[in-house]
C-alpha cells in the first residue's frame, strides 16, 4: 500500500493493481540511481525495469525524480488540497503548514526503513540527486505560497511568504537530519525526527534559541 494510504474499506483489485504498479515503478527507479547515477538514467530506462511503457510510466509520475522522491508529491497534493473555510477561526498558517507537513510526515511511516536509507544514501552521494529534490522544493514553495494566498487573503503577501519559507526550511532539515540518522544506522521513524525539529523551531520563535 502507498505510504499515508488509510482506507475504511478493503481496496478494489484496481487500486491494488494501481499501487502496486507505483510502488515498482519507485523501486526500478531507486534501483537504477543506485547503479547508474542519476544523470545516466533516463525515463524509459525505469520504464523498462519496471515492465512498463514510457506512457504508462507518465500516468503515475510526471518525472523520474517524482519516482524516486514520491515524500515531495505527497507533500504538493497536500498543499493544494488545503482548504480553512470549514476550520474554525482564527486559524494560524503556521500551524496549518506545520500539521500538514506531519500529516506527509506520518505517511512515510509504513514504508521500509531500508528504503529510507537507500534514497538517504543517494541524497548524500549524488549531487544530481540533490538537484532534483531542490527542483521539486522550488514547486513545493510556488504551491505553499498559492495556498496560503487563497486561504489567508487578509494577511500580508510577505507575511505569507515568510510562512511558506520557513516551514519549507523545516520540512528540508526534517529530512537532512533523518538521512544523517540513517545513514549513521540510527533506525527513527521520519515523523520522530520531524516533530523534534518542529519542537525546535518553536523554541527559537519563542526566544528559547541560545
Keep these: 500500500m502507498r505510504p499515508g494510504a488509510v482506507e475504511d474499506a478493503p481496496l478494489g483489485l ?4 494501481r499501487l502496486q504498479t507505483e510502488a515498482e515503478i519507485h523501486e526500478a527507479a531507486i534501483s537504477l540511481f543506485e547503479e547508474k547515477g542519476v544523470a545516466a538514467t533516463t525515463v524509459q530506462d525505469i520504464a523498462d ?3 512498463i511503457s514510457s506512457r504508462t510510466f507518465f500516468r503515475y509520475f510526471a518525472s523520474k525524480d517524482q519516482a524516486a522522491l514520491p ?10 488540497s488545503l482548504d480553512v473555510s470549514a476550520l474554525p477561526r482564527p486559524v494560524d498558517p503556521m500551524h496549518l503548514i506545520a500539521d500538514a507537513a506531519e500529516r506527509v510526515m506520518l505517511s512515510e511511516n509504513t514504508a521500509s526503513l531500508g528504503e529510507h536509507r537507500r534514497i538517504a544514501r543517494l541524497l548524500a552521494m549524488e549531487g544530481d540527486m540533490r538537484s532534483l529534490a531542490a527542483a521539486q522544493e522550488q514547486d513545493l514553495s510556488k504551491a505553499l505560497r498559492a495556498a496560503l494566498q487563497r486561504n489567508f487573503p487578509e494577511h500580508d503577501d510577505a507575511r505569507l511568504l515568510l510562512v511558506a519559507e520557513v516551514y519549507l526550511a523545516l520540512w528540508r532539515t526534517s529530512w537532512i537530519r ?15 525526527v520531524f516533530r523534534e525539529c518542529r519542537s525546535q523551531l518553536d523554541s527559537i520563535f519563542q526566544g528559547g534559541a541560545a
Design 49 to 51: 525495469r519496471a515492465g
Design 178 to 192: 533523518w538521512g544523517e540518522l540513517a545513514a549513521e544506522g540510527e533506525a527513527v521513524d521520519p515523523i520522530l
Design 14 to 17: 484496481r487500486e491494488r493493481r
Design 71 to 80: 515524500g515531495h508529491r505527497r507533500m504538493l497534493d497536500v498543499i493544494e
